[in-house]
């Protein structure tokens, strides 16, 4: 089994920073994948943040863009969220995702990190 593991979540001030990450039990990032970062609050949709692909092509939400920066490490099978100037709106659980694949396309999600953000 495959499974994501977040960590780096906690609470921060406004304006502080926090670094996200998400390590997976097997060599997977070493295949063909595109890694993301959901988030989700009580009462909305869970929205994407931030992905990348195996060519290390990222895109952003809106929100987040000049803030956030995704990165990854093969080697160490591990996807990064870097967030900068943190704002109350961001306070969510933080999902890491995974697809690996080219025919057959497998998804991992992992459990889950709450970031929370005081004003």
């Known amino acids: 089994q495959v499974s994501l593991v977040e960590s780096g979540g906690g609470l921060v001030q406004a304006g502080g920073s926090l670094r996200l990450s998400c390590a997976a039990s097997?060599?997977?990032?070493?295949?063909?994948?595109?890694l993301g970062w959901y988030r989700q609050t009580p009462g909305k949709q869970r929205e994407l943040v931030a992905e990348i692909t195996s060519g290390d092509v990222s895109k952003y939400a809106d929100s987040v863009k000049g803030r956030f920066t995704i990165s990854r490490d093969n080697a160490k099978n591990t996807v990064y969220l870097q967030m900068n100037s943190l704002l109350p709106e961001d306070t969510a659980v933080y999902y890491c995702?995974?697809?690996?694949?080219?025919?057959?396309?497998?998804?991992?999600w992992g459990q889950g990190t709450q970031v929370t953000v005081s004003s």
């Open positions: 097997g060599s997977i990032f070493r295949t063909n994948s595109k």
């Open positions: 995702n995974a697809r690996v694949g080219i025919g057959a396309v497998y998804t991992y």
